[in-house]
């Protein structure tokens, strides 16, 4: 049997190595379209079958299998260690946003005290794993209790660039004066608290 491990953010984008090697019949875990099986199995050659899922543990231990390339990026993979951490681990089910607090602090901190004591690029990077770890954590609790999700967090980073630094949207190619963005930052910023003001009827 061959099995095709998906990302469980676009099931419905099959490799295109499983459409040259796989082999019908397809059949699929329930998370995967049904209009996604059937359109596979339609093209395959009868043969050992194929097995589409997200989930590693579905896969038999005999398959041989193809793996989407995007499974690969290392911000899914991290998002995913958190979520599968906030599933089995005892001690990550009971954290929340509060009790976090002094984790954030601490690890933002030794950022700083990196930088200052230029530890090196290594642990520079390492450091700031660590502050990025807060922010998976408290952006997996929010998903959990349905309020946002990663996305959404980093959406809000791209909208308020949007607002505060056109420029970085519009085509502009030549260097932006710091005056300029300071000025545009200050517009944006106003323009925000204007629209919270108008939303809440103050």
């Given at each position: 049997?061959?099995?095709?491990?998906?990302?469980?953010?676009?099931?419905?984008?099959?490799?295109?190595?499983?459409?040259?090697?796989?082999?019908?019949?397809?059949?699929?875990?329930?998370?995967?379209?049904?209009?996604?099986?059937?359109?596979?199995?339609e093209?395959?050659?009868?043969?050992?079958?194929?097995?589409?899922?997200?989930?590693?543990?579905?896969?038999?231990?005999?398959?041989?299998?193809?793996?989407?390339?995007?499974r690969?990026?290392?911000l899914?993979?991290?998002?995913?260690?958190?979520?599968?951490?906030?599933?089995i681990?005892?001690?990550?089910?009971?954290?929340?946003?509060?009790?976090?607090?002094?984790?954030?602090?601490?690890?933002?901190?030794?950022v700083?005290?990196e930088?200052?004591?230029?530890?090196?690029?290594?642990?520079?990077?390492?450091?700031?794993?660590?502050?990025?770890?807060?922010?998976?954590?408290?952006?997996?609790?929010?998903?959990?209790?349905?309020?946002?999700?990663?996305?959404?967090?980093?959406?809000?980073?791209?909208r308020?660039?949007?607002?505060?630094?056109?420029?970085?949207?519009?085509?502009?190619?030549?260097?932006?004066?710091?005056?300029?963005?300071?000025?545009?930052?200050?517009?944006?910023?106003?323009?925000?608290?204007?629209?919270?003001?108008?939303?809440h009827?103050?």
């Open positions: 049997m061959f099995a095709v491990l998906l990302d469980a953010r676009w099931p419905t984008q099959i490799p295109l190595e499983a459409w040259e090697r796989c082999e019908g019949p397809v059949r699929g875990t329930e998370e995967i379209p049904g209009e996604v099986i059937g359109g596979l199995g093209r395959l050659k009868p043969g050992r079958g194929t097995l589409l899922t997200t989930r590693q543990g579905e896969i038999p231990h005999d398959c041989e299998v193809i793996v989407a390339p995007s690969s990026d290392a899914w993979q991290a998002r995913a260690v958190m979520a599968r951490a906030r599933e681990g005892q001690w990550e089910q009971e954290q929340t946003h509060a009790s976090l607090i002094p984790y954030l602090l601490e690890e933002a901190a030794e700083a005290e930088v200052r004591c230029g530890g090196g690029d290594a642990a520079l990077c390492a450091e700031l794993g660590d502050v990025l770890l807060q922010v998976l954590f408290h952006a997996r609790i929010a998903e959990q209790r349905g309020a946002f999700d990663f996305d959404d967090v980093a959406m809000s980073f791209v308020k660039m949007r607002s505060r630094a056109p420029y970085l949207f519009d085509g502009t190619t030549s260097v932006v004066p710091v005056a300029e963005q300071d000025r545009l930052w200050a517009e944006g910023k106003q323009k925000e608290r204007c629209a919270t003001i108008d939303r009827g103050e």
